[in-house]
Nanobody, 124 residues
Framework: QVQLVESGGGLVQTGGSLRLSCAAS????????MGWFRQAPGKEREFVAV????????YYADSVKGRFTISKDNAKNTVYLQMNSLKPEDTAVYYC?????????????????WGQGTQVTVSS
């Protein structure tokens, strides 16, 4: 079993930055692809970014491309989401997810484990 715990959310002004972390338990973390998703109030959860098992491949939603960076540190069992140039429309609960294969996916149903989420609020 893998447990995921997100941290780093908070309140930030438009144009600011935050770095989210997702710490994973379990020895098999290094072989997993990891993704970040988000859910804004009244909306469905949506894909944000994904990284392959070794961090070598990444993929982003168009809405965050060029502003967000996903990375994975297998030595620390942690995946990060660096968020720059934040906008009010980035306000959401952010979730990390783990997939028991080495390549990523933008689809929720491809993920096996989920964290509880961390709130990000961007004020205008």
């Amino acid at each position: 079993q893998v447990q995921l715990v997100e941290s780093g959310g908070g309140l930030v002004q438009t144009g600011g930055s935050l770095r989210l972390s997702c710490a994973a338990s379990g020895r098999t973390f290094s072989s997993f692809a990891m993704g970040w998703f988000r859910q804004a109030p009244g909306k469905e959860r949506e894909f944000v970014a994904v990284v392959s098992w070794n961090g070598g491949n990444t993929y982003y939603a168009d809405s965050v491309k060029g502003r967000f960076t996903i990375s994975k540190d297998n030595a620390k069992n942690t995946v990060y989401l660096q968020m720059n140039s934040l906008k009010p429309e980035d306000t959401a609960v952010y979730y990390c997810a783990a997939r028991r294969v080495d390549y990523g996916s933008r689809y929720e149903y491809d993920y096996d484990y989920w964290g509880q989420g961390t709130q990000v609020t961007v004020s205008s």
